[in-house]
């Protein structure tokens, strides 16, 4: 399965660009490291660092948060020689195809993006991080719905990523 084959994503991703995780803007890389290797058990916890401490789950305050942030900077350079080949699409897609795209999740009928609502503040004021594009037919995201919430409340474009195999 791809993302390319997906039957409402494929067409505004088949042109779009394509670079290995090493040269990613830095919120790409910090979101591909986060959802591989802290909220996942893949890439460095799949590789038994030693040294990585996060995997399997968010972390629960927002001290861990900053933790975690500043392990994802500090090991940055290390995901990049470990990972660095991989390829990975980006983009930047209007909010509003990405809601319509969403109306067509099977997985996800009952979810509702209210534009203009208040915005959540819990965790950055403005998101920079891309969406995770998912390869599944049934849902448009794999990761990144709290942030796709947000991009839609601000009415901005949102940043997308995706796993090129």
């Not at 893949?42 to 038994?48: E, F, I, L």
């Not at 195809?97 to 915005?119: F, H, K, M, S, W």
């Not at 049934?138 to 949102?158: I, K, P």
């Amino acid at each position: 399965m791809s993302v390319y084959g997906h039957p409402r994503l494929s067409s505004l991703i088949r042109h779009q660009a394509i670079l290995p995780f090493r040269d990613l803007p830095v919120e790409y890389q910090d979101a591909l490291i986060h959802y591989m290797s802290v909220d996942g058990a893949a890439w460095a916890v799949a590789d038994g660092w030693q040294d990585w401490k996060w995997g399997d789950g968010k972390p629960s305050t927002m001290k861990m948060r900053a933790e975690v942030m500043e392990d994802i900077a500090k090991f940055r350079h290390r995901f990049v020689n470990e990972y660095g080949d991989k390829k990975f699409g980006l983009a930047t897609l209007p909010y509003q195809t990405l809601i319509d795209c969403v109306n067509g999740d099977e997985a996800l009928e009952n979810r509702q993006y209210i534009v203009g609502e208040e915005p959540s503040t819990q965790e950055y004021e403005t998101p920079t991080w891309p969406v995770i594009l998912s390869e599944f037919h049934d849902e448009t995201f794999q990761d990144g719905w709290n942030r796709f919430r947000e991009y839609c409340v601000r009415q901005m474009d949102v940043p997308v990523t995706w796993y090129v195999d």
